[in-house]
């Protein structure tokens, strides 16, 4: 094996060449530059890519629906209204409800804005919901402070659209008619994110050891010096040929780099830049899975109750409002009809807690049957009583139901 050692030495002296450390992160600097920073690179950050989904996942897997109120002040499911079905079951052919929530959380998340077309019919209601990519959408005010939308569409193609075909979903804003972009409000925290996994990959891919120099007393030729690397790779670099035993020839010898990951700080420049990612996100490291450091809790549904509160209601409540100004027509809004979206649903308690809850409601009287059946996701029951509040006799009195008759024959 040494044969191919032999073969590289020569006479002609060469300066001698210092292995610069530095070197590594200077590829990655101009390899990944903060400049080059879009959408679908910052994905690739893993803790972008989770605290995105975080708030997608959360405005898509919670119920939305379509109420109206009544006279009474009831609310109730407006199941016959057009809208009800687009935002609760599918809002075009190829989406359900959760996958277009879920697309539009993402563009909200990542570019601050979320660009729907609303399809109408003649009378101003929405029959279809499409989802346009933010990177195809560029918006435009004019002096007299009217928007509209220049797309464009596949083959270049660029088309205006008014606001009313529209529905713009807008992050924090600070124009006040378009989102901030957290990947350019972000550039610098990404970047350093992607940064520093790029060189942790750099550093583990030639098996997870570290690198090192070749010395020898003889001179090499720049072709020689070059010759001599490829053949060392070749045979000893890469995963597949981790721990191999090296043999080496004609005064080699091989000196490795005591240079480790935790000297250069990577291990704590990642610890951090999860923490910073969270902060711009407004997520918490435990929902990212990312556990030290984390605050702690009581209880689960507590923790819950923080990331509803902190989160998610935020967006939850840019979606309703913005539904409901996009969304309705003006006899829809003079109708009393609103969406919402319904979140309880991820503060489902455990069995026992919702025991508790519904003998509560019960006995204090203000749950009938049939509400806490409809919590529960059963069916209505046919019973009229099941309407009916019944509070507890030792707390408001027995309720008297017999007739005059029986009161007459008690009385003889």
Sequence with gaps: MANWFTNIFGDKPEPEQKFDRMSVLDDIRNEYKIESLNAET????SYVFACVRVIAEG???VPCK??????????VEATDHRLYNLLHRAPNDWQSSFEFREQVGFHLALRGNAYIYVNRNARGQPLELYAYDPKCVKIEQDDDYNL??????KGGKQIRVPASAIWHLRGPSWNGFEGLDIVDTAANAIGLGRAAEVFGQKFFENGARPGGVL?????????????????????YAGQANAHKTAVLGNGLKYNAIAATADEAQWTETRKHQINEICRFFRV????IQANEGATSYNSIEQLFLSHLTHTLMPWFTRFEQSAYQNLLTPADKKAGYFIKLEEKALLRASTAERTAYY????????????????????PRSDDPKADELSPAANLFGSQDTSTDDEETQDDN
């Design 284 to 287: 918490q490291p435990v929902m």
């Design 359 to 378: 003998n509560a409601g019960r006995t204090q009287g203000w749950l009938t049957a049939n509400e806490i059946r409809v919590k529960e996701d059963l």
């Design 42 to 45: 910052a994905l690739k950050v």
């Design 148 to 153: 509209s939308y220049v797309i464009t569409v």
């Design 59 to 61: 405005l898509a897997q």
């Design 215 to 235: 010395v020898t007393d003889q001179n090499l030729t720049k072709e020689k010096h070059l010759e001599l690397v490829e053949q060392w790779r070749s045979q």
């Design 66 to 75: 379509l109420y109206r109120t009544e006279e009474d002040g009831r609310r």
